[in-house]
């Protein structure tokens, strides 16, 4: 996670920051943070450019980083963001197990990818795929990034 490169299928709002990339919802999940988009958008440039470089893949940066980004919504909104429960064993750092989501996904699309490809990519990579194939998210982004990543 220390990799602060954007995703190519960010690229329509990466530029002005405009959504919250998928470098910054890893960390999210990764400190506990909820984090709304309405928050997002009452952050100044120099903000969210501080949570996209800030590091926060041991536990003392995760902590520094929950603090940093509660402090900041806490500032703009007068309250603090909601909270993540922490898991301890997240699915994007297991590379011997495909989530049951994405693999609902990729059947939908009459597709599939090998434990061998699935363990070949980065954990924001897997993140990325597994947010983008729950059933909830809007997945406009699921078969571009599975081309960026080229699994197919």
Same mark, same amino acid.
């Given at each position: 996670?220390?990799?602060?490169?954007?995703?190519?299928? =960010?690229?329509?709002?990466?530029?002005?920051?405009?959504?919250?990339?998928?470098?910054?919802?890893?960390?999210?999940?990764?400190?506990?943070?909820?984090?709304?988009?309405?928050?997002?958008?009452?952050?100044?440039?120099?903000?969210?450019?501080?949570?996209?470089?800030?590091?926060?893949?041991?536990?003392?940066?995760?902590?520094?980083?929950?603090?940093?980004?509660?402090?900041?919504?806490?500032?703009?909104?007068?309250?603090?963001?909601?909270?993540?429960?922490?898991?301890?064993?997240?699915?994007?750092?297991?590379?011997?197990?495909?989530?049951?989501?994405?693999?609902?996904?990729?059947?939908?699309?009459?597709?599939?990818?090998?434990?061998?490809?699935?363990?070949?990519?980065?954990?924001?990579?897997?993140?990325?795929?597994?947010?983008?194939?729950?059933?909830?998210? =809007?997945?406009?982004?699921?078969?571009?990034?599975?081309?960026?990543?080229?699994?197919?």
């Amino acid at each position: 996670m220390t990799n602060n490169q954007f995703f190519q299928f =960010e690229a329509d709002f990466v530029e002005s920051l405009r959504c919250i990339p998928m470098q910054v919802r890893i960390k999210l999940d990764t400190c506990g943070v909820k984090l709304k988009l309405s928050h997002w958008h009452q952050f100044d440039q120099q903000e969210r450019q501080a949570l996209v470089s800030l590091p926060c893949s041991t536990e003392t940066e995760a902590q520094k980083y929950r603090e940093f980004l509660q402090n900041l919504v806490q500032e703009k909104s007068g309250a603090p963001a909601g909270e993540l429960p922490l898991d301890p064993h997240p699915a994007w750092l297991d590379q011997t197990s495909i989530p049951q989501d994405l693999q609902t996904k990729l059947a939908e699309s009459n597709l599939n990818i090998t434990i061998e490809q699935w363990s070949k990519l980065t954990p924001v990579q897997r993140f990325a795929l597994i947010k983008l194939s729950r059933p909830s998210h =809007e997945n406009k982004n699921f078969l571009p990034a599975l081309k960026e990543f080229q699994l197919i």
